[in-house]
């Protein structure tokens, strides 16, 4: 059981960055595979990024170089740091967890927080 609060979006002019952080609680978080998803008015859920538990990643092809995502086990956090923000990455974004290993579809993550809104201005 693992329980995701996701803070820190807000609204920022193009080419901004904000970082976003997951706090996870529950049993044996740091065993968890963690990723990021973001949805679009109308649009269906997307995956962003993900991190396991040693560090390794994997990111969606548009946010690659610009995005990048981290973990603090110690802290039991994860963050998304957003950089050269454009108007399409405009969502809600949403923080998941999973077992063990990196997934890329929303199904095949059995926790999630409740979001946060992240707009971007041209």
């Known amino acids: 059981q693992v329980q995701l609060v996701e803070s820190g979006g807000g609204l920022v002019q193009a080419g901004g960055s904000l970082r976003l952080s997951c706090a996870a609680s529950?049993?044996?978080?740091?065993?968890?595979?963690m990723g990021w998803f973001r949805q679009a008015p109308g649009k269906e859920r997307e995956f962003v990024a993900g991190?396991?538990?040693?560090?390794?990643?994997t990111y969606q092809d548009s946010v690659k170089g610009r995005f990048s995502i981290s973990r603090d086990n110690a802290k039991n956090t994860v963050a998304l740091q957003m950089n050269s923000l454009k108007p399409e990455d405009t969502a809600v974004y949403y923080c998941?967890?999973?077992?063990?290993?990196?997934?890329?579809?929303?199904?095949?993550?059995?926790?999630w927080g409740q979001g946060t809104q992240v707009t971007v201005s041209s």
């Open positions: 998941a967890a999973r077992l063990w290993y990196i997934a890329t579809t929303p199904a095949e993550y059995g926790y």
């Open positions: 529950g049993s044996t978080v740091s065993r968890y595979a």
């Open positions: 991190i396991n538990w040693k560090g390794d990643r």
